[in-house]
RNA sequence: UGCCCCGUGGUGUAAUUGGCAACACGUCUGACUCUGGAUCAGGAGUUCAAGGUUCGAGUCCUUGCGGGGCAGCCA
C-alpha cells in the first residue's frame, strides 16, 4: 500500500520515540527474533471499529511499516455468540481505509481450532490441564476472592487417560452447554487470580459465523489469544493495559508448549473527551436507536468518522500527536479536531453556503454578473471559480445584529461589512415581520469596492458569506455537536443520562452557490467562515444534497 | 484492603537513560488578512509528597498518598 507517510512518520532514528519503539530497539540489538518484526491487530468481530481501535492500528501497523516488518490483521473469533460477518466486513473495510497494510493476512483465530486442539491435548498429556465437572456457579465459588485463596476442584486429579476421554467426547458433542470445562492445572491459591486454574474450553453448541457447526467446543481468549500469535509467528503482541495480568498466564502456556513465545507489551487504551469508548456501550446507542447506525457522525467509530468527513491521514496523524505510554489518559477531543482542521485547511475548497438565511436586497444594484472567486487559498493549484452575483442575495442570519455588543463587526443598522468577492454594502433599512423578526435587509452597494478593482481605499472590518438568492439551491445541512454533556460519560453509571440532546440540528434549507449542485458523496469542502462539510453518502440522492458538518472553522470571536 | 500497572503545564506526550524540564493542542497578547479561518511573532502555565543516595534526581532507593486493572465458561 501506500507508504508517503514513512518518511514524515517514521520515528525510527528520530529522537522522540515511544517506549515500545525503545523495546524493540532493544530486541533488534540482541538479535531476539532474528531481525524480524512482526504486529498484528486483533478485533474481534462484535461491533464495528472505534478512534481507539484506530490507535492500535496506526500502532500496529506503524511498526511493522517503520521496521521493514509484517503487520497481520486478526480475526479473534473465539466466541460465536457475540460475532457476525457484517462485523468482519465492516472491519477488513475500515482497516484499509485507515491504511493499515496487512496485504493479503486476514486472518482468522477460528481455523487454528485445530492446532489449539491439539495443543490442549499436548497439555493434558503432560498432566498440565483437566476437565472439570463444575458449574459456572461453583467454579467462581472456587476461586477464592481477591484475598483470599480458591479451593481445588474435586475432578482436578483426574488421571490424564480420563482427561483425554472426556475432553474427546466434549469435541464430540457428547455434552451439554456449561456440562464441563477443560482447564489449566496451575495453582489454585496464587495471589494472580488468573493463575488459578483457569478454564481453556467451554461447551458452546452453537453455530460459528465462520465454522459452521464443526466445532461446540470453543477456547476461552486466554487460551487462544497467546496461541494465535505465536501460530501466526508474531513478535511482538501489543495489546491493552487490562492484560497486563494476564501475561503470566500466556508465559506458562506458550511455555509449557514449548512453542514460539512472542512478547506481550501492554499501552493505554485511548479515551476521549464527551465521548464514549467500549463496544458494549456503542453496541447499546446503536441497538436502542439513540444514533443512527454504528456509521452515525456523531459515533467515535471509524466509519462514523469516515461519514463525518474525517479522512484517514487525518486520523493517522491524530494518532501521531497523542503518542502511546501506560498512563491512562483522557484526551480531549480538541486534538482530533485540530487533526482534521488541519488536513482540510490544506486540501478543501472553499465554496459559500448560507445556512440560516436571511434575505437581502440590494436596492441600487438591478443587473447580474459573475465574481472570481479563489477556490482554496492555501492550494494555488485548486484554481478559481466564478460565482453568480445578483440584487437580491442571502446572507447569515447571525451576521446581522440589530443590536450588537461591542466587538462585532459584522453587519449592523446604518453599518457597512464586505460581502465576500463582492461588494461593500451598506443597512439602510430593517424590515421585521408582525412578531418583531427580522425578515429583510434594504442595502446599498458601493460600484467603486469590487473585489480586486482596487479602486476604492474603503476598508471594513468585516467580511461575511453570501450566495446569490436566484441562482443558490437548497440543501440539507446536519450540524454535529459532542454526542454527551459531560467530559467523560464513561465514568459515569447514569452515562445514558448524559447524552447530549442537541447533538444534531437538521437544517433543510441551506442555500448553497451553484457550483455545489454536482457534488458527490464524501465530496469536502470549507463553507466559509462556518466549518468543514462533507457530502452525506446515507441520505444524499439525486434530488437533494445532505452535507454533515465534520468540524466548525476555529472561532476566536468571543461572545 | 491480595497481586499487577501508572503518577511531568488545562490536555496528550518528550527529556540523548543521573546534567539548565521540552514539543503539540488549548489558552492569552500582538501583527497581517476580502474567511473573527490560515499564517507570523510573543506570553502565561509543569515533575504527587516526604525522606534517602549523589557534586547533581522528573529519572535511582524507601515510605506515604493518588489513579487504574483483576474474583466471565466475554475479549
Redesign the pocket.
Known amino acids: 500500500m501506500n507508504n508517503i507517510d514513512i518518511k514524515s512518520t517514521n520515528p525510527v532514528g528520530g ?5 515500545i519503539y ?1 523495546i524493540i530497539d532493544e530486541d533488534l540489538k540482541t538479535n531476539k527474533w532474528g531481525g524480524n518484526v512482526h504486529t498484528r491487530f ?1 478485533p ?1 468481530p ?1 461491533g464495528y471499529l472505534h478512534i481507539g481501535h484506530a490507535k492500535s492500528i496506526c500502532l500496529n501497523y506503524g511498526i511493522a511499516r517503520d521496521y521493514n516488518g509484517k503487520f497481520n490483521l486478526r480475526f ?1 473469533d ?2 460465536p ?2 460475532e457476525e460477518q457484517e462485523y468482519v466486513d465492516s472491519i477488513i473495510e475500515d482497516v484499509k481505509w485507515l491504511g493499515g497494510d496487512f496485504e493479503d493476512r486476514i486472518l482468522y483465530g477460528s481455523d487454528y481450532f485445530e492446532q489449539m486442539y491439539l495443543w490442549a491435548v499436548d497439555l493434558i498429556k503432560k498432566g498440565k490441564a483437566y476437565v ?1 465437572d ?3 456457579d ?3 465459588q472456587s ?5 483470599e485463596p480458591g479451593k481445588e476442584s474435586p475432578y482436578r486429579n483426574r488421571t490424564i487417560e480420563e482427561n483425554l476421554e472426556l475432553f474427546e467426547r466434549m469435541h464430540k458433542g457428547e455434552f451439554p ?5 477443560l482447564r489449566a492445572k496451575i495453582d489454585m491459591s496464587s ?4 493463575l488459578r486454574d ?2 481453556m474450553y ?3 453448541h452453537e453455530e460459528h459465523h465462520r465454522q459452521g457447526n464443526d466445532w461446540c467446543i ?5 487460551w ?2 497467546g496461541n494465535e500469535d505465536s501460530i501466526e509467528g508474531i513478535t511482538h503482541s501489543i495489546c491493552t ?6 501475561r503470566p498466564l500466556y508465559d506458562w502456556f506458550l511455555d509449557q508448549l514449548g512453542v514460539h513465545h512472542p512478547q506481550q507489551i ?1 499501552f ?1 487504551r485511548l479515551n476521549l ?1 464527551y465521548t464514549v469508548m467500549s463496544k458494549r456501550r456503542l453496541l447499546q446507542l446503536v441497538k436502542e436507536g439513540f444514533v443512527d447506525g454504528w456509521d452515525d457522525p456523531r459515533m467515535p467509530t471509524i466509519s462514523g468518522y469516515r461519514r463525518r468527513g474525517y479522512t484517514p491521514e487525518s486520523i493517522r496523524n491524530f494518532a501521531e ?12 477531543i ?2 482530533l ?2 487533526a482534521i ?2 488536513d482540510l ?1 490544506k486540501r478543501a475548497n ?1 465554496v459559500m453556503a448560507v445556512l440560516k438565511p436571511l434575505k437581502v436586497v440590494i436596492t441600487n444594484y438591478d443587473s447580474e454578473e459573475e465574481l472570481e472567486a479563489v477556490n ?3 492550494d494555488p493549484d485548486a484554481g478559481t471559480r466564478k460565482i453568480p452575483f445578483s440584487r437580491e442575495l442571502f446572507i447569515e442570519q447571525s451576521d446581522f445584529m440589530e443590536n450588537p455588543p461591542k ?4 453587519l449592523v443598522p446604518g453599518g457597512e461589512v ?6 461593500i454594502i451598506k443597512c439602510e433599512e430593517v424590515i421585521k415581520n408582525d412578531n418583531g423578526d427580522v425578515i429583510e435587509l434594504r442595502c446599498t452597494y458601493d460600484p467603486e ?5 482596487g479602486s476604492s481605499n474603503k ?1 471594513v472590518k ?4 453570501w450566495v446569490s438568492a436566484k441562482n443558490c439551491f437548497d440543501a440539507e445541512v446536519r450540524l454535529y455537536d459532542r454526542l454527551f454533556t459531560v467530559e467523560n460519560p464513561g ?1 459515569d453509571e447514569d452515562w445514558l443520562g448524559k447524552l447530549n440532546p442537541n447533538s444534531l440540528e437538521v437544517i433543510s434549507n441551506a442555500k448553497l452557490e451553484p457550483s455545489l449542485k454536482n457534488s458527490k458523496p464524501l465530496d469536502k469542502f ?1 463553507f ?2 462556518m466549518g468543514y462539510f462533507c457530502v452525506d453518502f446515507k441520505y444524499t440522492t439525486n434530488e437533494k444534497l445532505v452535507f454533515n458538518r465534520t468540524v466548525t ?6 461572545k
Open positions: 529522537k522522540s520515540k515511544n517506549f525503545e486483533p474481534e462484535n479473534d473465539t466466541n455468540e457475540k472439570c463444575l458449574n459456572a461453583e467454579i467462581r476461586r477464592g476472592t481477591l484475598t452447554n456449561g456440562s464441563k470445562t495471589p494472580n487470580i488468573n483457569p478454564i467451554r461447551i458452546v470453543y477456547p476461552t481468549y486466554d487462544a489469544h493495559l487490562e492484560f497486563e495480568n494476564h501492554e493505554a473527551s500527536i497523542i503518542g502511546v505510554a501506560k498512563r491512562d489518559a483522557l484526551t480531549d480538541a486534538l479536531e485540530y482542521r488541519d485547511n472553499r482554496n487559498p492555501e466587538g462585532f463587526y459584522r464586505r460581502l465576500r468577492y463582492a461588494y469596492t469590487k473585489s480586486g478593482a476598508k468585516g467580511v461575511i458569506h465514568a470549507q466559509e467562515r472553522l476555529k472561532d476566536s470571536w468571543k
